[in-house]
């Protein structure tokens, strides 16, 4: 009997607890930080794609470039979908790119190497989107060409990471960045850590450059890494 009753009290101040709205309401915010955050599904871009540029510019987002198909040839083609659009709009690059890297600058979609009917490039530009046209700035070549590179973004600091030079080989110079407000010309670091990096996953946080995963050359093909670094451009002062 004594064990019902202590169980029928702890029942009681439980509902009691939950019952008031000011505890409930609390409980249900930190319910609802915890979920998954499910959107409605935005509408399927018109064709397969792989490879491409993706970005947002201008209230738009953009799908540039790429491939058709696995192992296809690059094209130039662009799905924009405005704010509030139900559906994608057709446009087109200047030329067909394919596997550049990319990271956005407040407005501005940086795009960097990739591959195009060429091969490998050192190209790099800017894409937006402005008055339902999409807008290419060029920027200063890369150091050396490179496609299925990482790139992030610490301010206007575009960092660029690993990557495949002429004819599938790892880049020469794994690691670079270039101040797109300062700078002229890009800015060669020392080698990343990891050699013979490819689709790194690339991230900036506080200033910071941090790299996870991706690829490795290895004999007879790749394989992927568990590898992960930080890149601080600044050292740490200790003595404040």
Known sequence: ??????????????????????????????????????????????????????????????????RDEAGGAATSQAFVLPDGADEWVLLALSQAVADAAVTVVGDDIICLGGVDEGGTRRAAFRLCYVDGQLVESPLPDLPEPASLAGSAAAESVVYLVGGVGVGGAPVGDSFRRLDLEAGTAWEVLPPAPVAGLRRPIVAAQAGDIMVFGGEVAVAGGTQVTTEAWRYRPTRLDATA
């Open 1 to 66: 009997m004594k064990r019902l009753t202590t169980l029928g009290l702890l029942a009681a101040t439980a509902i009691h607890v939950l019952g008031h709205p000011t505890v409930g309401a609390a409980q249900e915010t930190a319910a609802r930080q915890v979920q998954p955050l499910i959107e409605a599904p935005l509408p399927d871009v018109p064709r397969p794609v792989t490879g491409a540029i993706v970005g947002r510019s201008g209230g738009a987002l953009i799908v540039a470039g790429g």
